[in-house]
């Protein structure tokens, strides 16, 4: 099919493989051929070559396998969050907070109608406006921040990228990582370039070797990191921020999707002279995840940006949910709920991972709806071996950003929804299975 390319400039060539594949000449993985021979073919220099794949590439129409060669790109699965579809088996690796610690939203939804909201009106509500600006305050201090309210703390993160990168671009992420950040930077064109992460966080010669990459964001989970559970401590995040002085305008992401209810001190990458910046905190850990509302402080710049992006009558977050989470936030009720929330899942975690302990299984106490758990055999062969006795877990290897990495050995468990039969049967199968 490589004589069925056409042109004699970057341009054409690429707008001719856009054709082939159009047609359906070329389809997913159908391998195209090497630079040089292209060249030849075509009788054009090997640069222009080198120009029409690095075109097609930043518009995601091609993957650059190294050696392998380049091919066509197709749609690639990731992996997602929640409950898995059409399974008998019991689901143990949802990621889900429980239902019966969600508060109900009744009785707000009664009081949050008022006056209709018409165009050209401001797109966030005043008086969450005012309560998130005292509430992001207690952690930024003194850096001067601008307020957005997203569809939730994906949407914020999409949005953030796409108003300050490139397709292409290289986007520092934790490995291993949170499934929806993988699949946002994928669908976005951007180079993901992984950051090892241990107990403490992301690690400080990892974020080093990928600002020396060339990374223009940084997207960093500060608590509760998903799948770890890791927080950042104080040291390393101080270890991080001079690493980061040296880069001002590389944009960092903080995405604190377990604040309300973690049990460890915030901690930050953003330095007080840290140019490009964003904090997002989503309600959906602890409000439930259709209340789909994150909020955002970002630098002043971004902010200008996103507001673009948040234009009344397109993509305004309804004032309806923005009152509705404002209601559920200033109720003494709701926050007493939440705060029984946030030492359930921390006592009900810890008791498993105890167990497990005790067992000689390496379970960390850490924060997080989910535990992330050590295992002497490859995940996948202990999860094989779950499933035989009816329990569906998750491998590490879904979080993985590296195709190279060896087979994970970690299994992220969400049990705190288990009674107290089932966890015991889920401790007992599980040791078993790791044997």
């Known amino acids: ?233 104080a040291a390393r995040a101080s270890e991080l921020r001079t690493v980061l002085a040296e880069h001002p305008y590389v944009l960092i992401i903080e995405d604190d999707h377990f604040s309300m209810l973690s049990q460890r001190t915030y901690e930050s990458l953003i330095g007080p002279d840290h140019r490009r910046f964003a904090l997002v905190r989503s309600v959906s850990k602890f409000l439930g995840p259709d209340m789909c509302l994150a909020i955002a402080a970002t630098d002043a710049t971004t902010a200008e940006r996103l507001a673009m992006r948040l234009s009344p009558g397109t993509t305004w977050v309804s004032h309806l949910l923005q009152r509705l989470t404002l209601t559920q936030l200033t109720d003494d009720a709701v926050l007493s709920r939440i705060a029984d929330a946030r030492e359930h899942y921390a006592a009900r975690n810890e008791a498993f991972a105890s167990r497990l302990r005790e067992h000689g299984l390496d379970s960390p106490t850490t924060d997080g709806l989910s535990l992330w758990i050590e295992l002497p055999q490859p995940a996948r062969l202990v999860a094989e071996r779950l499933m035989r006795r009816g329990w569906l877990a998750r491998t590490g290897d879904d979080f993985a950003l590296d195709e190279r990495a060896d087979p994970s050995r970690h299994l992220r468990l969400t049990v705190h929804d288990l009674s107290e039969d089932d966890t015991a049967t889920l401790v007992a199968d599980l040791v078993s299975a790791a044997r």
Do not use: K
């Not at 220099?45 to 794949?53: G, H, I, M, P, W």
């Not at 579809?85 to 009785?107: F, K």
């Not at 509500?125 to 992001?136: M, N």
């Not at 305050?137 to 999409?158: H, K, M, P, R, Y």
């Open 1 to 233: 099919m490589s004589d069925q390319i056409t042109g004699t400039t970057a341009a054409d060539i690429a707008d001719s493989v856009r054709g082939l594949r159009d047609r359906g000449v070329l389809r997913a993985g159908s391998p195209l051929p090497p630079v040089r021979e292209l060249a030849t073919l075509l009788g054009v220099n090997r640069n222009t070559a080198v120009a029409a794949y690095r075109q097609l590439a930043q518009a995601g129409l091609v993957i650059s396998r190294g050696r392998a060669g380049t091919v066509i790109a197709g749609l690639e699965s990731v992996a997602q969050e929640g409950y898995a579809s059409d399974t008998v088996l019991r689901d143990v690796g949802t990621g889900n907070p429980d239902p019966r610690l969600i508060p109900d939203p009744s009785p707000a939804l009664a009081t949050v109608a008022g006056r209709p909201v018409l165009y050209g009106e401001p797109v966030i509500d005043r008086g969450l406006d005012d309560w998130a600006r005292e509430w992001i305050a207690q952690d930024l201090g003194d850096l001067d921040f601008g307020i957005t309210v997203t569809s939730g703390a994906v949407d914020a993160v999409e949005r953030l990228l796409a108003q300050a990168l490139m397709r292409d671009d290289a986007v520092a992420l934790e490995d291993p990582c949170f499934l929806a950040s993988i699949h946002t930077v994928r669908l976005g064109g951007y180079r993901a370039v992984p950051v090892p992460v241990d107990e403490q966080g992301m690690t400080v010669d990892g974020l080093r070797a990928a600002l020396d990459a060339g990374v223009r964001a940084v997207i960093c989970t500060p608590r509760a990191q998903n799948p770890t559970g890791a927080s950042l401590t």
